[in-house]
């Protein structure tokens, strides 16, 4: 069956800037062909669509054969790790995520983001301070030396993971995350075999990790997510397993994106940064307008129908699979007054960039200070930067889309605020 | 723009040095006043207010505020903009010339208006025998005053508090006290907390939830009389079923009377259930005709909606106080085709027992209501609520994120009971039960929500003259 559509979002040729093609997209709110998923692009059928309890995450509703890294189908159970809840319908959904919540944010932990500012300050500081050591400001990379270890870094003290081990699960991740990249030409078994294999890997790491806070428990997440016996009871070794996998592979994959994304548009838009540089303040409305203008993560390809459901005069038959263009929502002029600028001084700025509903980003308040924190010392920071490849070039992935690399070179490096 | 060539200029001199009078300086007054700046009113702006502070939010005051987590004088409303106003705090409005054109205050004072909003709200419903209510340690909750006063006695670690009337104000000081593990009963006439507000399915998931966290719940009583000491401080509470309970705090929760009193014998279509007001905020005179001048928002006013049968509602809610506050604003300084209606779907929160509960449309008018997610045994859940095959309004318990596919439900007319399948469904889920709202004509103790089916075009349209 022919799949254009599909084709065209996966398509590595539009990486560099899919929006236009999303302007053809939102030319109808839901597109379909063949026997490919039912995309939908327009800022309110999304949004609608986000709160809809037709609408089910669960991978194994899917009559579809793609692969799942984070979330295996029903065949698959008791040889590799449950679906996290980012994979999951409530109640199941209700129950890990407010469990995963508690060591995490209010109402239980409210202060936990807020008190890891020094410590995010004091990275942010260090890291920039490397880049002045390496000496060779003629050409920085701002993800392997920056946007990368950054978040990286910040996972692994939250969830309390050796950050030695970081080379070990780096590779797990980017598997995970590539695979889920939706590619239509991949061959389904070896595509599907290689992500579970790194989740195996994974699950077996983090195990071992586990098993070891469950005797000796500190105050990071998976000492906590280990022992943790609260109203809803405590996860099984396996939910914990699964839990702390996907907190892990998110918090690798979308900050980073989200801080190269906004270089790379700040050092587009020189007015911006220059304003930033005199206003740290201004990165909190910066960061809202990043992630409506450039959000890490592009779409949603994992939702199924539990029902007929008519979308803007398209009836979506029960058991299709649905992709959310997030990204296409976020530049809808029906929602946005000139959506394809960017503009920070943007009132009433309400974005899909970290989606919307029950499965909105759980890490949302830690992506946004990190953001925060890393653009705006970024800012102050670097003397005169500029882009040395605009476009740079683009990570595969069309889901979690950013570039792989973000060369710079700038004229010097202030030292830190005293 | 849209008025100067279709009109005399009027709207354009309204705007430029129009003189704006807004009673009642709180959060419906104050949003309207900065919605009029920001359209760019430039003439003089008045904001009347018989309490000395300057705009305050009142929902913190059940809750934050009891739990000693907030203090009572800083919980000011933020601002959008400055509103560069007249302010005449302290001074309560106390008449009003409808053909002069001015509103009399309690210090003699008049000032004129080309443009009234009236927005004085309701406040609580005293304990009906003065001299008990009078009592030391006898409190009603509506005004920061209330709050400070009261979280003080609070503070002070009373024996017992006796909460008279289960609507969500009083759920949520029976939950407040609770929480600072203070002993409190809750005296409720209607058989279940909530009732008036959500029904009898909901109101059963209330009770347990008042049970479960140790508060002394009855239900089916009237607390008929409040006996003091000597030295004039409440000690006790006899019960219609002739029991006595000992308290040294009483809080009466019976909910809350509309501030139009000063509007006696003024002509304007207000009485005891609020002012009359077309959709688009303006007030009617006693004859049933729409004023041009008057406009009101907030909690006393009435207003029919279209999504409802035009049934005139009055909604004690504080999104509807800031949405009709924009509405009447935008149409004070508009021409008349330009005008916009109120159509906010009802919506309220509240927070009690740890639980976070909201609720879109109008429950009720509702006759059956269908769980449709969750449990009510879970106590998480959203509910949607039915009338006449059609869906009215939806309550969620801890599950709000799903609240706005059910407005939007209640906004298309949906049908009821929903035909399709949700995740979270469970077998509680499959068949409607009854909603169990109390017989309407029997008096609860202050509903949330009063309606009364008056349509537009009804020429018997009467209102009921303010009693002074
Ligand atoms: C304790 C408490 C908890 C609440 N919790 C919630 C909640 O959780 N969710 C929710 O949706 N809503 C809640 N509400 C309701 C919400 O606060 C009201 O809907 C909102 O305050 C209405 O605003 P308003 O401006 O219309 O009226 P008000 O806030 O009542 O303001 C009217 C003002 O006018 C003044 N006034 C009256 N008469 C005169 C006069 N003659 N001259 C001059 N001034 C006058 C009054 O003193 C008052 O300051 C709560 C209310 C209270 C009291």
Redesign the pocket.
């Given at each position: 069956m022919t799949q254009a559509l599909l084709r065209e979002i996966i398509d590595y040729a539009n990486r560099a800037n899919p929006y236009p093609l999303y302007e053809e997209l939102r030319k109808a709110p839901v597109s379909h062909d063949g026997d490919g998923p039912y995309v939908v692009s327009t800022y309110y059928e999304i949004q609608s669509l986000l709160h809809d309890p037709r609408i089910s995450s669960d991978a194994r509703n899917l009559k579809a054969t793609g692969d799942d890294p984070l979330g295996q189908s029903a065949e698959d159970e008791g040889t590799t790790l449950p679906p996290s809840f980012l994979k999951l319908d409530p109640p199941d959904h209700d129950r890990l995520r407010r469990m995963t919540n508690r060591p995490f944010g209010p109402p239980h932990t409210p202060h936990r983001v807020h008190d890891m500012r020094e410590e995010l300050g004091g990275l942010v500081s260090g890291l920039i301070d490397g880049i002045a050591t390496t000496g060779n400001l003629d050409r920085v990379d701002l993800v392997d030396q920056f946007a990368y270890p950054f978040p990286v870094t910040v996972i692994c003290r939250l969830l309390g993971v050796p950050h030695e081990d970081e080379p070990r699960f780096h590779v797990w991740a980017e598997t995970l995350a590539a695979s889920l990249d939706p590619d239509p030409d991949a061959d389904p078994t070896q595509h599907g075999k290689g992500a579970m294999d790194a989740r195996m890997e994974l699950g077996m790491y983090l195990a071992g990790l586990i098993e070891e806070r469950r005797k000796n428990p500190g105050d990071d997440m998976l000492s906590q997510l280990a022992t943790a016996d609260g109203p809803d009871g405590a996860m099984t070794t396996m939910e914990a397993l699964s839990t702390s996998a996907l907190l892990l592979i998110a918090g690798h994959e979308t900050t980073v994106n989200l801080i190269t994304n906004g270089m790379l548009t700040l050092l587009r838009h020189p007015d911006v940064l220059q304003r930033l540089r005199e206003d740290p303040g201004l990165s909190v409305p910066i960061v809202e307008e990043l992630l409506r203008y450039e959000p890490p993560v592009q779409l949603l390809p994992q939702r199924t129908t539990l029902s007929d459901i008519e979308v803007a005069g398209v009836t979506i038959p029960k058991g299709a699979s649905l992709w959310l263009i997030l990204a296409s929502g976020n530049r809808d002029p029906k929602r946005f007054e000139n959506p394809d600028r960017f503009d920070p001084d943007r009132k009433d700025i309400q974005h899909l960039g970290l989606g919307s509903g029950i499965h909105s980003c759980f890490g949302a308040p830690l992506a946004r200070q990190e953001a925060q924190l890393a653009l705006s010392e970024l800012a102050r920071r670097l003397e005169n930067p500029r882009l040395l490849e605009d476009p740079p070039q683009y990570r595969q992935n069309a889901v979690l889309r950013g570039p792989r690399h973000l060369p710079i070179a700038c004229d010097g490096i202030l030292p830190q605020a005293a | 723009m849209t008025g100067e060539g279709r009109s005399d200029g009027a709207l354009e001199r309204l705007k430029r040095e129009g003189r704006i009078v807004v009673?009642?300086?709180?959060?419906?007054?104050l949003r309207a006043a900065e919605t009029m700046r920001e359209k760019g009113f430039a003439g003089s702006l008045t904001m009347?207010?018989?309490?000395p502070y300057e705009p305050y939010d009142?929902?913190p005051?059940?809750k934050q505020v009891l739990l000693g987590n907030a203090v009572a004088d800083h919980t000011a409303l933020p601002r959008r903009r400055a509103i560069d106003a007249d302010w005449r705090l302290g001074v309560?409005?106390t008449g009003l010339d409808m053909s002069a054109r001015r509103v009399r205050l309690g210090n003699g004072d008049e000032v004129e208006y080309d443009r009234l909003l009236i927005?004085?709200?309701?406040r609580a419903r005293p304990w009906p025998n003065a001299e008990e209510g009078a009592l030391k340690g006898v409190f009603v909750?509506?005004t920061r005053d209330d709050g400070e006063g009261l979280q003080q006695a609070l503070a002070a670690g009373p024996r017992r508090v006796l909460v008279i009337g289960a609507g969500?104000?009083g759920s949520e000081i029976a939950s407040a006290c609770r929480e600072r593990g203070l002993d409190v009963t809750v005296a409720e006439r209607g058989a279940a907390p909530l009732v008036g507000a959500l029904g009898g399915v909901i109101g059963e998931v209330a009770a347990e939830m008042h049970r479960e966290h140790g508060v002394d719940l009855r239900t089916g009583v009237m607390v008929t009389g409040l006996e003091g000491d000597p030295s004039g401080r409440v000690r006790a509470a006899h019960f219609s079923d002739g029991s006595t309970v000992e308290a040294d705090v009483v809080v009466v929760g019976l909910g809350a009377q509309r501030?139009t009193e000063?509007l006696a014998g003024s002509g304007l279509g207000a009485g005891p259930r609020g002012i009359a007001c077309d959709a688009g905020c303006r007030a009617f005179d006693i004859r049933g005709i729409v004023t041009d001048d008057i406009y009101v928002?907030?909690?006393?006013a009435r207003s029919p909606h279209a999504l409802f049968g035009y049934q005139f509602l009055s909604l004690?809610?504080?999104?509807?106080?800031v949405a009709q506050a924009d509405t009447a604003a935008h149409n004070m300084l508009s021409e008349s085709a330009d005008r916009r209606p109120h159509l906010w779907v009802p919506a309220?929160?509240?927070s009690q027992f740890g639980v976070n509960i909201k609720s879109v449309g109008v429950p009720p008018m509702g006759t059956e209501i269908l769980v449709t997610q969750g449990s009510l045994g879970e106590r998480r859940f959203a509910a949607v609520y039915g009338y006449q095959g059609r869906v009215i309004a939806a309550v969620t318990f801890d599950n709000c994120r799903w609240l706005p596919f059910y407005e939007h439900q209640i906004e298309t007319t949906a049908p009821f009971p929903p035909p399709f399948a949700t995740v979270d469904r469970r077998p509680e889920g499959h068949k409607p039960l009854p909603a169990d709202f109390p017989d309407p004509s029997v008096p609860t103790h202050g509903p949330t929500i009063t309606l009364s089916g008056y349509s537009p075009a009804d020429r018997k349209m009467t209102f009921t003259p303010g009693r002074p």
């Open positions: - | 009673v009642g300086a709180s959060l419906a007054g009347i207010g018989d309490e009142r929902p005051l059940s309560p409005a927005a004085t709200g309701v909750l509506r969500f104000t501030n000063w928002a907030g909690d006393v004690e809610h504080w999104g509807n106080a309220f929160w509240s």
